[in-house]
């Protein structure tokens, strides 16, 4: 019955989809053009250099030297193993929503516990620096302010990960080991991975785009529904509310990102809750953490 009726609310979406886009298609063309004009100026520039490069600094097994020298203290303070402390760096690294492929991969190849996975969903959001500094450039024109808010972004899963960290105490120091292949062959294999989640992410980026112009043109609802569109309406936006709305809309993430992390770890049966409670959590600190900075400086 639960799943009839899942199959019967998303056709009655769809065919309303296709109402609006006949009823108003100049909102659909807008749409369109708009997710475009934001893939092409604002996540092209900042995701595709970062993609290249994280992929150069895995290829030589950076992130793993990183884990040799903060093992010890990540499983102190967090209680993780090696594996664990290798998804958490990654996760800074490659961002989100690419680090739920590594994920599935370790899950898949036993190297990584399902329990220690369910705790590392609460705190493994992480939005590419690079992305958020050219945005928030954008709506406040001011690096120090774009940096303290990206700071703050950061920052708040450590936070979450110190309180959660009996959630699942570690006891293993099994350590991954990757082969590096010469730049040679990486840099077109890089390139190709780039192209491929650019794409996938311009297509996320339209649908929920379409969605939030026909339904919504709240700045907060928009960044809700997709973190880029949201952003990008504050650039022209007049409220003096716009340092906590893009707060809330960077740390809770999207459901775009939220979806594409969901499509990959479909077969995992992880507590995908997790990661809603985390973004939840992840809000609630960065919003203290800015309101002490406010109050304190």
């Not at 990540?74 to 690419?98: D, E, H, V, W």
């Not at 590419?128 to 928030?136: D, G, K, R, S």
């Not at 929920?208 to 928009?222: A, P, Q």
Request: charged content about 15%.
């Amino acid at each position: 019955m639960k799943y009839i009726l899942k199959n019967i609310s998303i056709i009655s979406f769809a065919f309303l989809f296709i109402f609006l886009l006949f009823k108003d298609p100049l909102i659909s063309k807008e749409s369109i053009n708009q997710s475009f004009s934001l893939w092409l100026n604002n996540l092209i520039p900042s995701l595709f250099p970062m993609i290249i490069i994280n992929e150069i600094l895995i290829n030589y097994n950076f992130p793993i030297i990183i884990c040799s020298f903060f093992y010890k203290l990540m499983n102190k303070l967090f209680k993780l193993s090696f594996n664990g402390t290798y998804i958490f760096i990654m996760s800074l690294f490659i961002g989100t929503p690419a680090n739920a492929l590594l994920i599935k991969n370790l899950l898949n190849n036993d190297m990584v516990k399902k329990d220690e996975v369910n705790k590392l969903l609460y705190v493994c959001y992480f939005s590419n620096p690079l992305f958020l500094y050219n945005m928030l450039l954008l709506i406040f024109s001011s690096s120090k302010f774009a940096i303290k808010i990206i700071l703050i972004h950061y920052l708040s899963n450590f936070i979450i990960l110190f309180l959660i960290r009996n959630k699942f105490v570690s006891q293993e120091n099994n350590k991954i080991h990757l082969k590096s292949i010469s730049l040679e062959k990486l840099i077109p294999l890089a390139t190709k991975k780039a192209i491929n989640s650019l794409i996938t992410i311009l297509g996320v980026i339209s649908f929920y785009i379409l969605i939030s112009n026909y339904f919504c043109k709240n700045s907060l609802i928009k960044g809700l529904l997709e973190i880029t569109t949201g952003l990008n309406s504050l650039v022209l936006s007049t409220s003096k509310y716009k340092d906590i709305i893009s707060i809330i809309i960077i740390n809770f993430g999207g459901l775009s990102i939220a979806t594409q992390i969901k499509s990959i770890l479909e077969d995992t049966n992880l507590k995908f809750i997790n990661y809603f409670k985390g973004r939840l959590f992840q809000t609630i600190i960065s919003l203290i953490i800015y309101f002490i900075i406010f109050i304190l400086i």
